[in-house]
């Protein structure tokens, strides 16, 4: 169930707005202790292609902004992360959905990035690439506590995905949660239900 902080539940969400997205955990299942490498790996979450086709209708941009430090570990290319990339473009907009783009950042953790999350260095580049895009018009949906940086630090609403009870130190970093992306597009359509 979501947790609705009151002036999130009067906010207006219309094609002014822009939806954030992380990758794995969100639109596709992560693999434990390791990463998606390549497209034989990638399974896309239940319901997610709805869910982004319906998300679509309400937002005027959908971008993807995800860490991928296996690149940095040699363990994948930057041409294998691509055509993991094109293949959800491709088949979200197959779906009736939109994916406006998707910003990785293939830099180890121990770098420190500015493209990497909890940094907003991925932000900027949508911003770059997007001038209408206004931060304060955003909203962040991850399934990790840098997911939940990223959006805070760039001054977005921030939405947790999890199936588990939230730690109370959590809390101030997160806006709403909901068990799935499916969960946070019915929200979204039925804001005060």
């Known amino acids: 169930m979501p947790v609705p902080k009151q002036s999130f539940i009067n906010l207006k969400i219309d094609k002014s707005w822009t939806l954030f997205l992380d990758r794995d ?6 693999i ?4 998606v490498r390549n497209l034989n790996q990638f399974e896309w979450l239940p319901g997610i292609h709805d869910s982004i ?3 679509s209708l309400v937002f005027g941009k959908i971008i993807i902004v995800t860490n991928q430090q296996g690149v ?6 930057h041409e294998e992360v691509n055509t993991i990339h094109e293949h959800i473009k491709n088949l979200v907009a197959e779906k009736g ?15 420190n990035s500015d493209l990497r999350k909890p940094n907003i260095g991925m932000a900027h580049l949508a911003k770059n ?11 962040m949906v991850g399934d990790t506590m840098s997911d939940m940086q990223f959006g805070k630090k760039a001054g977005m609403i921030t ?3 999890t199936n588990v009870k939230l730690p109370p130190e959590s809390l ?14 019915v929200y979204i359509q039925n804001p005060g239900s």
Request: cysteine-free; aromatic content about 12%.
């Open 129 to 139: 690439d997007f001038p209408g895009i206004d931060f304060l018009k955003s909203i």
């Open 72 to 77: 940095g570990k040699g363990l994948m290319t």
């Open 172 to 185: 101030n970093l997160i806006d709403l949660h909901f068990e799935d992306v499916a969960a946070f597009a």
């Open 97 to 111: 959905g939109k994916i406006d783009a998707i910003y990785y950042a293939p830099e180890l953790k121990s770098e």
């Open 32 to 35: 434990d202790g390791d990463y």
């Open 53 to 55: 086709r319906q998300l």
């Open 25 to 30: 955990g969100v639109i596709n299942r992560k």
């Open 159 to 161: 939405v947790f995905i």
